[in-house]
């Protein structure tokens, strides 16, 4: 599996946009790019996932480049439940159950 | 459609003694995976079933087993606890054993 890049920590105020960037030099062509949100003393949530380009949902924007050596999570405007830590994943889609988290991006959004 | 559900959410137990864990997955769903979070090792995988078989196992000790019901039901299994192992176990399900899972709400176990 990929191994995954990403900040520890960013800070943020409501209604910006927060943009998380994680690298992931040793993609292999099979694998896709997931996103998970967690709050604390609640399971991941599944946000978003992507393999190349731009992929858009109610929540969340995910742009890979055209080499998929990173990625970039953003999420417009976001408010104070927005604060989570935000993991990166990188695997195939037949992962046989197995999602390998890092450490993740705590996302603190501030008033 | 109902989510996936862990019984019991908390757990006190006492070093040596062991534990079982319930995990009910999204209806239709054939694959549950768990995982233990604990603040120094972050999330780890422990293992998958799928229709009743381990399909994948993660890098913990035989102490760690668990089982599938033939209605996608999972049971997890810690045999002779030890102080290590308080953690929040967390189960998911998905259809395939794919990326997208579905996580339930954990079950914070503590052994004293």
């Known amino acids: 599996l990929a191994k995954t890049t990403q900040p520890i920590s960013m800070d943020s105020y409501e209604g910006q946009e927060v943009n998380i960037t994680c690298s992931h030099n040793?993609?292999?062509?099979?694998?896709?790019i997931t996103w998970y949100q967690q709050f604390p003393s609640q399971g991941p949530r599944f946000i978003i996932q992507?393999?190349?380009t731009k992929v858009t949902n109610e929540v969340a924007s995910l742009f890979i480049p055209a080499d998929r050596k990173s990625s970039t999570l953003s999420l417009p405007r976001v408010s104070l439940s927005d604060t989570a830590v935000y993991y990166c994943?990188?695997?195939?889609?037949?992962?046989?159950?197995?999602?390998?988290f890092g450490a993740g991006t705590q996302v603190v959004v501030t008033p | 459609k109902a989510g996936v559900t862990q019984t019991p959410r908390y757990l006190i137990k006492t070093r040596g003694q062991q534990v079982t864990l319930s995990c009910s997955p999204i209806?239709?769903?054939?694959?549950v995976s768990w995982y233990q979070q604990t603040p120094g090792q972050g999330l780890q995988f422990l293992f998958e079933?799928?229709?009743?078989?381990?399909?994948n196992k993660g890098n913990f000790p035989g102490r760690f087993s668990g089982r599938q019901f033939s209605n996608s039901r999972s049971e997890m299994n810690v045999s002779t606890l030890e102080l290590g192992d308080s953690a929040l176990y967390l189960c998911a399900s998905s259809s395939q054993g794919d990326y997208e899972q579905y996580f339930g709400p954990g079950t914070r176990l503590t052994v004293t």
């Open positions: 079933y799928f229709s009743e078989t381990q399909r």
């Open positions: 209806s239709g769903h054939r694959s």
């Open positions: 040793n993609i292999a062509t099979n694998d896709y």
């Open positions: 992507g393999y190349k």
């Open positions: 994943l990188v695997g195939p889609t037949d992962s046989w159950g197995k999602l390998q």
